[in-house]
């Protein structure tokens, strides 16, 4: 028994020891790299250690100041994850206030003044929310505006990232001139990704446009907008999202998508109070006027993947080359680019649904770019995808634009 009593002593104090040795979990620490900015600068408080690294939980405060001529465009932190590799944070005021809780960057962008100074920008209108994520639009409108056209933008990135900021550099170019009110949108994205506990489908995120577009179309007048005349456009997934909604309006409706056999009808993610639901849809099919689908798909057998459904009728209902119309019962004038190299969207992808326009009488300018790869309409806070938008965003924005004023002006 004492033998017993002086074994579990010595355990206990051998225990002990190994407990005063034994080293302690450290608290987690992240790296945080400043990206050098031009065009401005930026300060970030508290000031970071030389090796960047910061214990979890650290507030940063990022304060950003233009240079003469230019204003500021966002202060960001990107970090790696998501869709694409790297996912970027933004906020368009000057100051943000960055929780430390992964390795990331942090950076502040800005643009020539010229392209800012006549805007009146309203950031995140939520118009719906279906599901977890309150569903926004950014608005554009030139100082001054009065009874413009609409002109919407529908985002890209795979039907599953991505939102309504990374349309701002196009929303930008198109509302220089001062002829167009611009909206970007936002959307839900496919299955659980956005967080619900049911799968989003796709017939659901066309439903979202044109849920968006309703809510626009009731609130246009505020930013001097004109809810009769729309021009649509939108790249990648919002280039098949865009079309959707300039091609399959005519199937607004309350009948349920796919509930009765044969039945495919979109009922809006938002409706306004007091209208019908064939009074949205006259009011949509009647107001676009002319459509951009950039580089996207306009069939559903080249995006299978994306949805769960196994049905040809859905694939269908939601391939805007399959109801296409004759320009004798509704013309819709196209205007599509696409990079010569684009390794996502092939030339033949876009050529087929071309032809089915021509077919139809509709009057259809496709350019193809010469160099480009895709997504060349999007802006991130990244040196790389800012000049690509410089070197063809900007031109085949002006040449959208005045294709958008052979129809509206």
């Given amino acids: 028994m ?21 080293p302690q979990k450290t608290q987690d620490m992240y790296k945080v790299t400043l990206v050098s900015p031009q065009n401005g600068s930026y300060t970030v408080s508290p000031s970071l250690p030389d090796d960047g690294m910061l214990a979890s939980g650290t507030e940063l405060t990022v304060r950003a100041n233009p240079f003469d001529g230019y204003s500021l465009d966002a202060i960001y932190y990107t970090y790696k994850g998501g869709m694409w590799g790297t996912t970027s944070v933004e906020n368009f005021t000057p100051t943000m206030k960055i929780t430390v809780d992964k390795d990331m960057s942090v950076g502040a962008t800005f643009v020539k003044s010229d392209l800012v100074d006549n805007l009146n920008v309203t950031h995140d209108v939520v118009y719906a929310q279906p599901g977890v994520k309150p569903l926004k639009y950014d608005v554009y409108s030139p100082k001054g505006a009065k009874d413009l056209p609409l002109a919407i933008i529908v985002h890209g990135g795979g039907w599953s990232s991505n939102n309504e900021d990374i349309m701002r550099g196009l929303a930008r170019e198109l509302v220089m001139g001062g002829k167009y009110v611009v909206f970007s949108v936002d959307y ?4 659980t990704l956005d967080g619900d506990k049911e799968p989003n489908a ?20 505020q930013y001097g907008g004109d809810p009769t005349q729309i021009a649509i456009t939108g790249d990648s997934a919002g280039g098949h999202l865009s079309a959707s909604a300039a091609i399959l309006c005519p199937m607004i409706g ?88 684009d390794p996502l969207i092939p030339n033949g992808m876009v050529q087929g649904y071309v032809d089915l326009l021509k077919e139809n009488g509709q009057t259809v300018e496709y350019l193809q770019v010469d160099g480009a790869g895709h997504a060349f309409f999007d802006w991130k806070p990244d040196a790389q995808t800012i000049t690509t938008f410089d070197k063809y965003g900007v031109r085949y924005a002006a040449e959208m634009k005045s294709f958008f004023d052979s129809v509206l002006y």
Avoid: C
């Fill in 2 to 22: 004492k033998r017993a009593i002086a074994l579990s002593m010595v355990i206990l104090a051998t225990s002990i020891s190994w407990a005063k040795i034994k």
């Fill in 188 to 191: 839900r994205w496919v299955n």
């Fill in 202 to 221: 796709m017939h659901q995120l066309i439903q979202d446009v044109f849920g968006a577009i309703a809510h626009i179309q009731e609130h246009a007048t």
């Fill in 254 to 341: 309350d009948g349920g998508f796919g509930k009765a056999n044969g039945v495919y009808e979109y009922m809006p993610s938002y409706m306004p109070k007091g209208k019908t639901v064939d009074a949205v849809k006259d009011g949509i099919t009647e107001a676009i006027k002319v459509v951009a689908p950039s580089y996207g798909p306009f069939n559903a057998s080249d995006f299978k993947q994306f949805m769960p459904e196994v049905e040809q009728a859905y694939f269908d209902a939601v391939s805007p080359a399959m109801h296409v119309p004759n320009v004798a019962d509704r013309a819709i004038p196209h205007f599509i680019v696409r990079g010569t190299e």
